[in-house]
């Protein structure tokens, strides 16, 4: 599923606490830090139904850069840009 940057963007600003974030603008310069790195890749995973992780956003610290590379990943796995599956039974279960 395709992510759009103004979902990213919103959801950076969220947690820099500012009224909004351009989408050029690196993370680390608007503020953030290593904390809010965390926080950042857990709401973008939340929110956007995605998994992430911080190695990805440290490689891809703006808003234009973090989607472009998302939405350019393959579908198949957890970290190459498929959604979150909602499905979380063990092979025991099956």
Do not use: C
Request: no cysteine; charged share 20%.
């Amino acid at each position: 599923m395709p992510v759009r940057e103004q979902q990213v963007s919103e959801i950076w600003a969220e947690v820099l606490a500012l009224p909004e974030v351009d989408v050029d603008a690196n993370f680390y310069d608007l503020g953030g830090h290593s904390l809010l790195l965390i926080e950042l890749v857990g709401r973008l995973n939340q929110k956007l139904g995605i998994e992430t992780d911080v190695v990805t956003v440290l490689e891809h610290p703006t808003v234009v850069d973090f989607t472009a590379h998302w939405n350019s990943l393959g579908a198949s796995g957890p970290d190459t840009g498929t959604p979150a599956k909602a499905d979380t039974a063990t092979a025991v279960d099956r």
